[in-house]
């Protein structure tokens, strides 16, 4: 069980964050900005709050209260940094056996500890390597072979996968997923990437402005997203509006950008309203799509990409931006392009209407 609440005053954010992280392991998603690679850095001790505590297994390595501030190198925590971090002149033996050497461990120790970190990350064949030698792949699980070593009680795990091209990340996330779980460390991951959470996150923290706006799995984000950001990393579309009730039974919503939308709801006031991709129609024109919907725009593909299941994604502007999802056969008989002018609709039905959270 790791407890923190940790406090930091910078010129544009306020970071203010007071959580446990339960789970063997948890992800830390946000935008670039929202603070959540600070919080990190501060659980290490490469950054010092303002205020607060971080406690780790019962203890404290940090309290401001009580004084408490454990260095670094003493909190048994290891770190691997966005960019790996690794020595350029040293093999790969040697960057993996750093730590050990400024500790002062025996040698005989350092080659068995060595060995069988590389053993985990399945990286021994490349112990006398320099890191040029190696894919992007390679070196992160080098860097993760370097925190793992030391025997931590906690891994942190920074953008580890940023780094990496597409292809990669897929077959590395799986790769990492197994080592940690041989490793039975309890591990928190930053990122911003909706895989990660999806694969690692048993527990997802959403930050957003230093604060720490909602957590639970990724499937119950995505069932009850609070914020628009929130929404979106879950893989829908979000806009913020206002809501009045109509006579006949149904919502009237004002999206800020102008549009005006039906759904079924009971929620008024200031709300969020979701989308999910595989509810918007796609259609060349308006006539047979109406009597199935009380929502429908011209908007044009702007972007389209298959995905890894076959089906495809469009992207859609005009005055809002919308995401569907429509099966490839779909594609084909619609003869959809980049840059075509379609027609976008939804039911009422199938918006959702949220209370918009304040942040």
């Keep these: 069980m790791i407890s923190v609440q940790l406090k930091r005053q910078f010129p544009t954010i306020t970071i203010d964050v007071h959580t446990q992280f339960s789970s063997l392991m948890t992800v830390v998603a946000g935008q670039s900005g929202s603070g959540k690679s600070t919080i990190l850095k501060m ?33 048994k925590i290891g770190y691997v940094p966005q960019n790996y971090l690794l020595f350029p002149h040293m093999t790969v033996f040697d960057n993996i056996a750093f730590g050990l050497v400024q500790r002062k461990v025996a040698k005989k120790e350092i080659v068995i500890r060595v060995e069988q970190a590389m053993e985990l990350c399945g990286i021994r064949h490349l112990q006398d390597s320099l890191p040029r030698e190696l894919s992007g792949g390679e070196r992160q699980r080098v860097a993760l072979s370097r925190a793992l070593v030391t025997e931590p009680t906690l891994l942190l795990l920074d953008e580890p996968f940023s780094a990496l091209d597409v292809q990669t990340k897929r077959h590395v996330r799986t790769e990492i997923m197994d080592i940690l779980t041989s490793a039975s460390i309890p591990a928190i991951m930053v990122t911003h990437d909706p895989m990660d959470a999806i694969t690692f996150g048993k527990q997802v923290h959403i930050m957003e402005r230093g604060r720490l706006v909602q957590q639970g799995a990724y499937d119950e984000l995505r069932m009850k997203p609070r914020t628009r950001f929130v929404a979106e990393f879950a893989g829908l579309t979000a806009y913020p509006g206002v809501a009045y009730s109509e006579r006949s039974g149904l919502l009237h919503i004002l999206l800020h950008e102008g549009v005006e939308l039906k759904a079924v709801g009971e929620t008024t006031g200031e709300v969020l309203v979701i989308f999910d991709p595989t509810d918007i129609i796609i259609a060349r024109e308006e006539a047979g799509v109406q009597h199935a919907t009380r929502n429908s725009f011209p908007m ?60």
Aim: aromatic share 8%; glycine share 6%; hydrophobic share 40%.
């Design 43 to 75: 659980i290490a001790g490469f950054a010092e709050p303002d205020d607060g505590y971080v406690q780790v297994s019962g203890k404290y390595v940090y309290n401001r209260s009580q004084r408490v501030n454990i260095y670094p190198e003493k909190r």
């Design 300 to 359: 044009k593909i702007t972007e389209m990409h298959r995905t890894i299941n076959g089906t495809y994604r469009l992207h859609l502007k005009d005055k809002v931006e919308l995401q569907a999802s429509i099966s490839a056969e779909a594609k084909e008989q619609l003869a959809l392009n980049i840059g075509d002018t379609i027609q976008a609709s939804i039911k009422a039905a199938a918006i959702r209407v949220e209370p918009l959270y304040a942040i």
